[in-house]
């Protein structure tokens, strides 16, 4: 499968799906760890570091879509996915980026689609 392929989560139970805090992708915590994000990874680089996953999803996310033409879809312009890989998004995600990583993100203009708890 390649990157514009699209992500589902594997297995649907929901104790084992976390949401990107950046863009609200979901995943396992393992596919996380094995992929990164396929939207965020230049600069969240959670490919291969569980400690960085565990900093950057979470679990506390409300409501998912699937988007399998974010270009063409209109949830996906309502939650400013049009540029992300097809896949499952959380609607509302709530977590708290590291600090540092948050002002660095922000200083780039990147988008956070998390709110702060």
Not at 22 to 37: E, P, S
Not at 76 to 94: D, F, H, M
Request: aromatic letters at 6%.
């Amino acid at each position: 499968m390649s990157e514009k392929d699209g992500v589902i989560p594997l297995g649907m139970k929901r104790s084992a799906m976390r949401a990107c805090l950046v863009c609200g992708l979901i995943k396992t915590a393992a596919q996380f760890q094995a992929q990164g994000c396929e939207n965020c990874e230049r600069y969240l680089q959670m490919k291969g570091d569980k400690e960085r996953v565990e900093q950057t999803t979470t679990q506390n996310f409300q409501s998912l879509v699937g988007i399998t033409d974010p270009m063409g879809s209109w949830i996906a312009s309502r939650l400013r996915l049009t540029e992300k890989v097809p896949g499952c998004y959380a609607v509302s995600i709530k977590g708290r980026l590291p600090e540092d990583l948050y002002h660095e993100l922000a200083d780039s203009n990147v988008v956070i689609r998390s709110e702060t708890i």
